[in-house]
């Protein structure tokens, strides 16, 4: 007689379990189909949760992601006058070079805040309350802005918009190299990240590689300055928000991020393990699976007094699909005779339409 198979339990790949859980990511590009199974499954676990989780077991070197924060942190302390010259065009919605959303000067003194230009993003107008703006810059590239890469995106009527080149300081000769080595490895990740999914969803574990080999996605360094001055309660460093793709893969260096918990409608702290990284779901998933996975409103909290005197420094990986990528109700995420809950959108169409308010 032959042996039962039991099959893979999403607990075979959870480290520490919770709202939040920690998630051994080894077996994604294990040989054994029961340890990619086991992945997929504790995924869509999370997601249909919280829409976060951390993962450690990843295979990224560590000395990537210390090298391009350290090249970053290099051109963040120049003095404004010196950043002023990549700041990022207005009205540009690929956002390349730097955005800054606080007062000039070292560190941030909440006493003399200018809110001209400042922006309410019009998805979270529950948010837009009289407040003063995130304290935060951001510094932004993308795959598309490197030589002859736009070429073979598919853009059409939208390549002289999406190929404009990155903006590269040259007060800071080897960042170029130090993120371009880390985002390789990103999108190896994404990728890996985007094949559990399909899995978890019951698809082929390729079902996603033709629609995101050509993809859109921005590598962003959030800097958070010192801070100074009582700060208020609907001040942050940055506000609840989801994000709009497919998966963001987030480096912190601190603590300091947290998620809605959505049972009870408090704020909760993501576990934050030195060497891992957080990684949750866009707005996009939503369209894709008919509200199986439903992005998660998340922010960044001024720290106590103690540690406000600290920068902070994180790394998200904003994964977007090809351009002409439609994104459409998943086969596997509705029964027959059910209705999409969203329309059918191109995934270019779709994150233009979310990041041109902060273009603005």
């Not at 790949?13 to 054994?32: C, K, M, R």
């Not at 073979?152 to 170029?176: C, I, Q, Y």
């Not at 103690?306 to 998943?330: G, K, T, Y």
């Amino acid at each position: 007689m032959s042996e039962a198979v039991t099959a893979p339990s999403a607990t075979d790949a959870v480290v520490v379990p919770g709202y939040v859980p920690v998630i051994d990511f080894s077996g994604a590009t294990s040989s054994d189909p029961a340890r990619r199974a086991a992945v997929g499954a504790a995924l869509d676990e999370a997601c249909r949760t919280s829409g976060f989780f951390t993962v450690v077991g990843h295979g990224i070197d560590p000395t990537l992601m210390e090298t391009a924060i350290d090249e970053v942190r290099t051109f963040f302390e120049l003095p404004m006058a010196a950043k002023e010259r990549y700041l990022a065009a207005k009205g540009d919605p690929t956002l390349r070079g730097l955005r800054v959303w606080h007062n000039q000067g070292a560190g941030y003194d909440l006493d003399t805040i200018n809110l001209e230009g400042f922006v309410e993003d019009p998805d979270s107008q529950e948010y837009a309350r009289a407040r003063r703006p995130d304290i935060c810059e951001l510094f932004t590239m993308n795959r598309l802005g490197e030589p002859g890469v736009a070429e073979g995106a598919g853009l059409g009527e939208h390549f002289d918009v999406w190929s404009k080149p990155n903006v590269w300081p040259t007060e800071v000769e080897t960042m170029r190299p130090a993120w371009l080595a880390l985002y390789t490895e990103l999108e190896r990740f994404a990728q890996t990240t985007m094949r559990m999914f399909a899995l978890g969803l019951g698809l082929a574990e390729t079902h996603f590689d033709g629609i995101i080999d050509e993809h859109l996605t921005n590598l962003c360094a959030n800097y958070y300055p010192a801070v100074h001055g009582e700060v208020g309660p609907e001040q942050f460093r940055k506000m609840p928000h989801t994000d709009s793709g497919t998966v963001t893969i987030l480096y912190q260096d601190v603590r300091g991020l947290q998620v809605i918990d959505r049972r009870c409608g408090e704020w909760v702290d993501v576990p934050y393990v030195p060497g891992s990284y957080v990684v949750n779901i866009g707005d996009l998933m939503a369209l894709w699976t008919n509200d199986r996975w439903v992005s998660t409103m998340h922010r960044v909290l001024v720290p106590p007094p103690a540690d406000r005197s600290v920068p902070r420094i994180s790394m998200p990986f904003f994964h977007q699909p090809n351009w002409n990528a439609l994104i459409e109700c998943l086969p596997t995420c509705r029964v027959d005779g059910e209705a999409p809950k969203h329309a059918p959108v191109l995934s270019g169409e779709y994150l233009e339409y979310k990041v041109m308010p902060l273009a603005a």
